[in-house]
């Protein structure tokens, strides 16, 4: 029974999960939007709106937390100078998940994760 898991596996180890994880993180943050199954939009809303949230602290301590999780330093720049800046004034919510209906292949449910603007 899975009481009080609430992350999601994706029938993959620990370590190909988290870098999936980081890899879609890393993505949504460089293209502001991008286009992938359901499941996985949910479970990188948290960490995406994480990495927002240290990028408007704007400490050095903050931007080294959130290089160590993305993986392109380019990617943590426009973070810190261009992404957080725009949120300055609001607290949370700053993505959106838009269902987009099953994918023609393999009939997966596939979303649309954006940032606000």
């Known amino acids: ?3 009080q898991v609430s992350s999601r596996r994706f029938d993959r180890p620990t370590g190909p999960r ?3 994880i980081r890899n879609l993180v890393t993505e949504v943050l460089d293209h502001t939007r991008i286009t992938t199954t ?3 939009a949910k479970a990188i809303r948290s960490p995406v709106e994480k990495m927002i949230t240290l990028g408007k602290a704007g400490k ?3 931007r080294r937390q959130a290089l160590s999780f993305i993986t392109d330093e380019r990617v943590v720049d426009k973070l810190f100078a261009e992404v957080a800046p725009r949120y300055a004034q609001r607290n949370g919510g700053y993505t959106r998940v838009i269902k987009l209906g099953p994918r ?3 009939g997966a449910a596939m979303a649309i994760i ?3 603007e």
């Open 60 to 62: 050095l301590h903050h």
């Open 38 to 40: 359901e499941a996985k």
């Open 104 to 106: 023609s292949g393999d």
């Open 18 to 20: 988290q870098l999936m």
């Open 1 to 3: 029974m899975r009481h």
């Open 114 to 116: 954006e940032l606000v």
